[in-house]
């Protein structure tokens, strides 16, 4: 059942899916939001369930031309949402290794669930600022992070998967290469915002990162991250930065202090050989029903 065969296929690509700030512990209650979300572990499950959907059904019937000769899955953290602010007391499950471990078998089922659609999956998992175990970000410890938690969890309960690699480095960001365009990956709680706006923070930092790669013969074409819950992209001088979309349309705090409310969503794209990224399609996750449950 691997979408399509290479030999009838008119376009053979890598397919990217990523998957960043879940925050599927956390609950959020629509009246203290004016009745724009609602979510919890629940209805994390059935966007999760969602977007693995809407992946194959694009990948098979959507893209019924395309061959995929590998998935790429970019996890790159807030999964959960961690024990600052004292979000634990606030969680599903109020307890941070009930929380991880749950939100790792809900990564598990969803590779399960595309692992016979593929012939090779490589799963690349970050850290985010949610899981830190201290106040301050360290960044000698990576891996002191509720999200590498939930990375070991989904590689434990995937063993059986025999065509499914996961990658989980001992750093915050990660470069690697894609049919022959370096991606470069980390979750963007470093960069500054100004007003709310962090494009000059990630242009400062993709620039400073582009020209120290550039001297070590090494050129960045994508650089992908999470963090700032709303999906978008712009260019840079030897490439592209992409921002991923988050899964819960607002909580409490980005209500209240900010005003902030965006459409959840996760981005999947194909990577072609050629050309770099070709198609793309933000696939939205919020829909009627979903407080019900997978």
């Not at 807030?78 to 991880?100: K, L, P």
């Not at 989904?154 to 690697?176: C, H, K, Q």
Request: with cysteine; net charge negative; hydrophobic share 40%.
């Amino acid at each position: 059942s691997v979408i399509q065969c290479a030999e009838k296929a008119e376009h053979i690509e890598s397919l990217v899916l990523h998957v960043s700030d879940e925050h599927a512990d956390e609950v959020v209650k629509p009246h203290r939001v004016g009745g724009l979300e609602e979510y919890n572990f629940k209805v994390a499950l059935a966007r999760a369930e969602h977007l693995i959907t809407k992946t194959i059904s694009i990948a098979k019937n959507t893209l019924s031309n395309y061959a995929f000769t590998e998935l790429w899955i970019l996890a790159y953290g807030d999964h959960i949402t961690g024990e600052i602010h004292d979000a634990t007391n606030h969680s599903e499950f109020r307890n941070m290794f009930d929380n991880a471990i749950a939100v790792g078998q809900m990564h598990a089922l969803m590779i399960r669930d595309l692992a016979p659609f593929f012939q090779t999956i490589k799963v690349l998992y970050l850290s985010g600022n949610h899981g830190r175990r201290k106040p301050k970000k360290d960044y000698k410890a990576p891996k002191d992070n509720w999200d590498y938690l939930v990375g070991r969890t989904a590689e434990m309960l995937s063993i059986g998967l025999d065509n499914v690699e996961f990658l989980i480095p001992d750093s915050y960001s990660y470069t690697f290469e894609i049919n022959g365009w370096n991606f470069c990956a980390f979750h963007g709680d470093d960069i500054k915002s100004w007003n709310n706006i962090p494009h000059y923070g990630i242009e400062r930092k993709t620039r400073r990162l582009t020209a120290v790669h550039s001297a070590a013969g090494r050129q960045i074409h994508y650089f992908v991250m999470g963090h700032f819950h709303s999906r978008s992209s712009f260019e840079h001088p030897a490439g592209e930065a992409i921002i991923n979309g988050a899964w819960a349309a607002t909580d409490e705090y980005a209500y209240e202090s900010l005003g902030l409310v965006s459409r959840p969503s996760q981005l999947l794209h194909g990577v072609n050989r050629t050309h770099g990224i070709s198609f793309r399609f933000p696939i939205y996750l919020k829909f009627d029903g979903d407080v019900d449950g997978p």
